[in-house]
């Protein structure tokens, strides 16, 4: 069975940050980073709808708890710190995205 995409409202289909390289971008399904040669990455739903709550954070430490709740489709800590895992591997850099000790998880601009 193949998992597809959830429906993405339109205000979260782009979405931008500011980054000490440039503008981060998710357009669709697709990360799009400051490197000018860095080809669009494209993220599974899942780890894109961690991305996207976590682009929307701004850097800001976000806790499991308030991940599992905003990320109904993810279901345990363990399946968001599948997501988490998965996000880092689709990154070219997977330090980008941050664990907070006893916190959360951020992402690193």
Known sequence: MTETAP???????????????GELEIVGN???LPEPHQEPIRLAPGPLA????LVKAQGAV?????????????????ALEMWVSRLRRSLPDPEMVKTVVKRGYRLAV
């Open 7 to 21: 429906e993405v409202a339109d205000d979260d289909y782009s979405l931008s940050m500011r980054t000490r390289s």
């Open 30 to 32: 697709e990360v799009r």
């Open 50 to 53: 961690l991305m996207r709550v």
């Open 62 to 78: 976000l806790s499991r708890n308030h991940l599992l709740t905003v990320l109904p489709h993810c279901g345990s800590e363990h």
